[in-house]
């Protein structure tokens, strides 16, 4: 009797183990809203994220084809209809959103695995980002994350990460003898899931 009692213990563990798991694999849907750039921009950036690649030896935002972006806003939703209305709103507000100029005026980290090139938080790139919040920010089953709230961000355009110490030393030194400050214009906003990156829905500006 107590093997039978033990086992079906085991097995109640065993289930409620395979529903925390399904769980959390749901709330780890993330969702970036991001702006993307003119042709001219993308070059330079793209050059910049292929001689990091090649010299440090690693390629991760190549072979996950991660385009140039800078992200905006990021959240994350267990359910698709949550990310339906999402799409529903921003369809009704890009007409508010329109095109701006940017500049990327400084080289970055975030310790100890990624490095990317810092954007000025201008008037332009503030109000999107408010816009941007304010439209999806009370839709059901939708959590903002706080690193890209108003006023509480590092705007951004990641050249690499997941690098190692050795890979990140590379990097930077290949930034330093390639990076010039450099101005562009943003053309578009896009919705995108993370891992693997996968774009869903893009609107021009």
Not at 103 to 120: R, T
Not at 146 to 156: A, D, E, G, K, S
Request: aromatic share 10%; proline share 3%.
């Amino acid at each position: 009797m107590g093997d039978i009692i033990l086992r079906l213990a085991l097995d109640l563990v065993m289930i409620e183990a395979r529903e925390v798991f399904q769980i959390a694999k749901e709330y780890l849907n993330m969702y970036l809203i991001s702006i993307y750039f003119d042709e001219k921009t993308n070059q330079t950036i793209q050059e910049l994220v292929d001689k990091v690649a090649k010299k440090s030896g690693n390629s991760y935002m190549i072979e996950t084809k991660v385009p140039p972006h800078i992200t905006i806003a990021a959240f994350e939703s267990p359910r698709e209809d949550s990310i339906a209305e999402v799409i529903e709103r921003l369809d009704h507000k890009v007409h508010e959103m329109k095109r701006g100029m940017l500049q990327w005026v400084s080289i970055g980290v975030f310790n100890p695995h990624v490095i990317f090139l810092s954007v000025v938080l201008s008037e332009y790139l503030h109000s999107l980002s408010v816009l941007v919040h304010e439209t999806i920010s009370s839709v059901d089953h939708v959590s903002m994350s706080r690193f890209y709230l108003p006023m509480q961000w590092m705007p951004h355009t990641t050249i690499a990460k997941k690098l190692s110490i050795e890979e990140m030393l590379l990097a930077f030194k290949t930034l330093q003898n390639n990076y010039k400050m450099f101005s562009g214009t943003v053309t578009r906003i896009g919705l995108a899931k993370t891992n693997p990156y996968e774009e869903i829905r893009v609107w021009d500006l």
